[in-house]
């Protein structure tokens, strides 16, 4: 099969022990589940939210936020792909405005205003105390 330039490979991996499913194209892909209702910023702030209520529940909606995350944006490399899921981790730690303020900058330089917005409200309450 023969694929153009505006096309992407996509392996989406369905759980359990059967077969990857493979979408030629982000739109096969999107056909094949429901339209989120939420938007990518709001998903992430309500990840974001359960980051110091619940680790485990956290997680979950951060794999979740990035894989939709690299559905959506077709502009990612893989190393940002990669790179996003570092800073996500890394937000559950001890660096986690750090990750925060590269994740926000990520999302700025393609074009998510509205995301890099969010980070910048969970940046805004996490400032360290000033004395």
């Known amino acids: 099969m023969h694929y153009s330039p505006r096309h992407r490979l996509l392996a989406v991996i369905s759980p359990g022990h059967g077969p990857h499913l493979l ?4 739109a096969a892909y999107r056909s094949r589940r429901a ?3 939420v938007s990518l910023e709001d998903e992430l702030a309500m990840c974001l939210a359960t980051l110091e209520h619940d680790l ?3 997680h979950r909606a951060a794999a979740s936020w990035h894989a939709r995350w690299c559905v959506e944006l077709t502009t990612l490399t893989v190393a940002e792909t990669h790179t996003t899921m570092t800073l996500l981790r890394a937000l559950a730690g001890p660096r986690g405005t750090e990750a925060a303020r590269i994740l926000r900058y990520v999302a700025l330089t393609h074009g998510e205003d ?4 969010v980070l910048e409200r969970w940046l805004d309450d996490h400032k360290p105390p000033r004395d």
């Open 23 to 26: 979408a030629p194209t982000v």
């Open 35 to 37: 339209t989120p209702k």
């Open 56 to 58: 485990d529940r956290y």
């Open 114 to 117: 509205r995301v890099a917005e």
